[in-house]
């Protein structure tokens, strides 16, 4: 039992509720919590990072995932957030010339892959000739307006001469996570998705696939960028560049800078 005394007054704490008062006061002093906006590509790299930075580091880390061009619109109007992973450079960069980022902590995290996936064995080919032989209803793809994927995809069909014969077979998720869902659901035979989405931790790929000549389209560079000053979030973006988070970057199939 310890016992404190002012004037008259004693007032008598057990040990116990002592040690979980100071824990509780430590905790909302040293720990934080970050809310970041995050690619929807970037979904499950994103959340082993958090769960190994939040491990280490005692903050906590909440995310919001969708589409880049929906989430810079959103913290264009002031959605309150510390942190933007976004699908491209391009965003990250608008922010930033716009007063709305932090000036200096744009970094390019991954550098995306495209590629044309389906769950059927065998039946997407290594050059991608399944897109001219026509033997499939609908095709799926991100938006081309507001995701970078999107835009990639549609950047590979347009120098194959095939966007506009192709162009009535198309599903268009509002993002690549909705694309991708759009194959898995079997709403659409193939679709151009992230090639991060497909491979598995062993490195295999279930189902078919084409990787598009990285000639084809433009570098899917992915930046982040810090939107308000905190420790908490700038650990964060220590942390993803760190030799511990390029390394579960690097296992989810994207490449590095």
């Given amino acids: 039992m310890i016992q404190f005394g002012f004037s008259s007054c004693r007032f008598q704490f057990s040990c ?5 008062l100071v824990a509780l006061v430590g905790g909302r002093v040293w720990a934080d919590e970050v809310r970041v ?5 970037f979904s499950a790299t994103m959340a082993e990072i958090v769960e190994r930075f939040e491990r280490e580091s005692g903050h906590r880390v909440s995310l919001v995932f969708g589409s880049t061009g929906k989430l810079y619109a959103q913290i264009r109007h002031g959605a309150p957030f510390d942190a933007f992973f976004a699908a ?10 716009e007063a709305v980022a932090i000036p200096e902590s744009r970094f390019v995290y991954a550098v995306g892959r495209l590629a044309l996936w389906s769950p059927k064995p065998d039946w997407v080919d290594g050059e991608g000739a399944v ?3 026509g033997d499939f209803r609908h095709l799926a793809l991100a938006n081309p307006k507001l995701a970078p994927y999107g835009r990639a995809a549609r950047q590979v069909l347009q120098k194959l ?3 506009a014969a192709l162009r009535g077979r198309m599903v268009r998720g509002e993002n690549v996570g909705q694309a991708f869902q759009f194959v898995v659901s079997g709403n659409a035979a193939l679709g151009f998705v992230a090639y991060s989405q497909i491979v598995q931790a062993d490195g295999s790929v279930r189902g078919s696939f084409w990787m598009p000549d990285a000639t ?5 560079e992915q930046q982040a960028v810090l939107l308000r000053e905190s420790p908490a979030a700038r650990a964060l973006l220590d942390f993803t560049r760190s030799d511990k988070g390029r390394a579960i970057i690097r296992r ?4 590095l800078p």
């Fill in 252 to 255: 989810h199939g994207y490449g």
């Fill in 161 to 163: 001469g095939l966007w």
């Fill in 16 to 20: 116990g509720l002592l040690i979980a």
């Fill in 131 to 133: 897109l001219r032989g």
């Fill in 216 to 220: 084809l389209y433009d570098p899917i």
């Fill in 37 to 41: 906006a995050v690619a929807s590509n």
């Fill in 88 to 97: 491209d450079a391009r965003r990250p960069a608008l922010l930033e010339g």
